[in-house]
């Protein structure tokens, strides 16, 4: 993962902006980068108010979104350095539950490694390439108290060019 292109997620304007501008939802929710390299990706997740459910913990649905997170930047990142373009897409999530989330989040994915090399197979290929892929999340005193599973899909788009001849034909 190149220093430049992380360099600007590091920065908690740049990455609200971010966050405001794809994907709203996590913006929110206050989702923050934690801690991001070519090894590990980090996303916190605030107990308040707009993650709680009415039970007094966190919403499931703000957990998986910080595990995806965890999950989808780094698999962004390694799209986004890339020589041909390359869609991705989450085709599958799985969760367990362990304990009550009443007190702030960490999602942590440690393969990383194995999303870059799923976007880089999959941009030297016309197969599509998928990677199943965990995001704990741990309490502040590193209990857990959830495991999502991530399955990603990454495909080379196909160069489409409309019909032959450059384009529709008028009259």
């Not at 499931?60 to 997170?69: D, G, T």
């Not at 999303?115 to 209990?143: M, N």
Request: net charge positive.
């Amino acid at each position: 993962m190149q220093k430049t292109t992380t360099r600007w997620l590091h920065s908690p304007w740049r990455l609200w902006l971010f966050l405001w501008w794809k994907l709203p939802a996590a913006a929110f929710m206050g989702l923050r980068l934690a801690h991001l390299d070519a090894e590990q990706s980090a996303v916190w997740l605030p107990y308040g108010w707009r993650s709680q459910n009415p039970f007094r913990s966190i919403y499931f649905a703000a957990q998986c979104a910080a595990a995806e997170l965890s999950t989808g930047l780094p698999a962004w990142l390694a799209v986004q350095e890339q020589p041909v373009p390359v869609s991705m897409l989450v085709t599958r999530v799985e969760a367990d539950f362990l304990k009550k989330a009443n007190q702030p989040l960490r999602f942590t994915c440690t393969s990383v490694r194995d999303i870059a090399d799923a976007v880089q197979r999959a941009a030297q290929t016309d197969a599509p390439c998928e990677v199943r892929v965990l995001s704990t999340g741990t309490l502040p005193d590193g209990t857990e108290v959830a495991r999502v599973w991530i399955s990603w899909s990454f495909k080379r788009k196909s160069n489409r060019t409309g019909l032959q001849g450059g384009g529709p034909q008028v009259g």
